[in-house]
C-alpha cells in the first residue's frame, strides 16, 4: 500500500486529534489496552498522536479505552492482534496506516509471563512460547513497520523490556528473563542499523508496576494479597504506576529529544 505524503498524513492525523507536542505523528502500540500498554496509547493520543493500539484477548476493555480517548477528541484505532503472530502484526501495522495515512513511531509493548519455574522444571515448550512473545514477534512487528518507520525524516521505536534483564535476574523466571535479554539486543542493533534512515530506538525497563502482572508477580513470590501493602517500603513512598512508564516513553519521542538513540532506560525508582 502506497503511503501517504507527509503533509497530507499529518493534516489528516491533525483534523483528529487534539493539539499537543505529537500532533500529526501515527503511533501504533502492541498490548495498548491494558496496564502498561493502556496507559501508553493514552499518554501519546492526549499528546496530539494519531494511536493505533493492538490487544489480543480483552475486546472489552480495548473498546472502552477507544471510545473514552476518542471522546477526548483523539484519534485511536483498536485493532485485535497477537504479538506472536508475524501476519497480525503485519495486518496491525496496515490498519494503523490505512486508518491515519502513515506510521513513524512504534511501541513494542505486548508480553506474558513466565509460570515461574526454575530452569530445572522450565519445558521448552515455555521457553519458545515467551521468545515467540518477546522476542520474535517484536522483531517481525519491526520488519513490517520499517518501511513506513523509513519514510519519514524522524521515527522511534520504543522496546519495554523489564529490569528483569540486568542486575535484577528472577530466580525462577529464566524464559521471560531470556526473551526480554533478547528483545534488547534486538533493540540495540536496531537502533545502529536504522539510524542512517532517521530511525531512533530506545528502551525502557520497568521495575514492579502496579499492573495486573505486577500484582499476580507479588501475590506468588511475596504472599502479598494487596500490591499497595508495598508502598510504604518503595522508593518515593508508592509502587510505580503504568502512568509512570508512560511518561518515559512519552519522553524519548518529544521532539526536544531528537538526538537520543540506543538508550536503555530503567524506571524502578533507583531500586536497581
Not at 70 to 76: E, L
Not at 253 to 268: F, G, H, K, M
Request: hydrophobic content about 50%; some cysteine.
Amino acid at each position: 500500500m502506497a503511503e501517504a505524503p507527509a503533509a497530507e498524513r499529518s493534516t489528516a492525523a491533525r483534523r483528529a486529534t487534539a493539539a499537543g507536542p505529537l500532533t500529526g505523528r501515527v503511533a501504533l502500540v502492541t498490548g495498548g489496552g491494558r496496564g502498561i500498554g493502556a496507559a501508553i496509547t493514552a499518554e501519546l493520543a492526549r499528546s496530539g498522536a494519531a494511536v493505533a493500539f493492538t490487544y489480543r484477548r480483552d475486546r472489552a476493555a480495548a473498546e472502552e479505552l477507544a471510545e473514552e480517548l476518542g471522546a477526548g477528541g483523539a484519534a485511536v484505532l483498536a485493532v485485535e492482534a497477537s504479538v506472536d503472530d508475524p501476519a497480525a502484526s503485519a495486518r496491525a501495522v496496515e490498519a494503523a496506516v490505512a486508518e491515519f495515512g502513515g506510521l513513524d513511531l512504534l511501541v513494542s509493548n505486548a508480553g506474558v509471563a513466565s509460570t515461574g519455574l526454575p530452569v530445572a522444571a522450565t519445558t521448552a515448550e515455555e521457553l519458545q512460547w515467551l521468545l515467540a512473545v518477546h522476542a520474535v514477534g517484536p522483531h517481525q512487528l519491526v520488519r513490517a513497520a520499517l518501511p513506513h518507520l523509513r519514510a519519514h525524516e524522524r521515527s522511534d521505536v520504543v522496546v519495554v523490556s523489564s529490569i528483569a534483564v540486568g542486575d535484577a535476574w528472577p530466580v525462577n523466571g529464566a524464559p521471560y528473563a531470556m526473551a526480554k535479554a533478547a528483545a534488547e539486543a534486538m533493540a540495540h542493533v536496531l537502533a545502529r542499523e536504522e539510524r542512517a534512515h532517521g530511525v531512533r530506538v530506545n528502551i525502557v525497563a520497568p521495575g514492579l508496576v502496579d499492573t495486573e502482572m505486577g500484582r499476580r508477580l507479588v501475590r506468588a513470590t511475596q504472599d502479598v494479597t494487596d500490591i499497595r501493602l508495598l508502598d510504604p517500603g518503595s522508593p518515593f513512598g508508592r509502587v510505580c504506576s503504568p502512568q509512570d512508564v508512560a511518561a518515559v516513553v512519552r519522553a524519548l519521542v518529544d521532539p526536544a529529544c531528537s538526538y537520543l538513540t540506543d538508550q536503555r532506560v530503567v524506571v524502578d525508582g533507583g531500586t536497581f
